[in-house]
């Protein structure tokens, strides 16, 4: 077994490979932190510093594709707060849902789960355009 550092230097949550493995996202905090440690970021093992996506987006998770990269806004105006999706390929945010209080959720394939506790505790699921 060996080891060697991929990322240093920053606040890591959310740790999540992209399904090919090809490539890393993680987010600083969910709350506090600082401009150089709060987004959601990228990196490809090997490569020498990560890519900030977003600046204000917090608990990556892949598309099943690993073309895209859904994230949570919970900061902001009411026009930024939900669940939001990075396209790779053109470098845009999409936002999926609107909602605030999103506290957790998953991606499998073209389904989506969203744990929303501000709407009265719920679990939502959802199908994904392709």
């Known amino acids: 077994r060996s080891e060697h ?20 996202a993680w987010s600083g905090p969910g709350s506090g932190g ?4 709060n987004g959601v970021w990228v990196i490809e093992p090997g490569q020498p510093t990560p890519k900030q996506l977003v600046n204000d987006g917090y608990a990556p998770a892949w598309s099943a594709d690993g073309a895209a990269i859904y994230f949570v806004r919970a900061r902001g105006d009411s026009a930024r707060t939900g669940l ?10 999409t936002r999926v849902r609107s909602e ?11 389904r989506l789960v969203i744990a929303a506790n501000d709407a ?4 939502f699921e959802m199908q994904l355009a392709r």
């Open 5 to 24: 550092v991929v990322a240093a230097g920053g606040e890591y949550e959310a740790l999540r490979w992209r399904p090919d493995g090809s490539m890393l």
């Open 34 to 37: 600082n401009l150089a440690s």
């Open 84 to 93: 939001w999706r990075f396209d790779l390929s053109t470098g845009q945010a």
């Open 100 to 110: 605030g209080g999103i506290t957790y959720y998953d991606v499998l394939g073209d």
């Open 120 to 123: 009265g505790a719920q679990v």
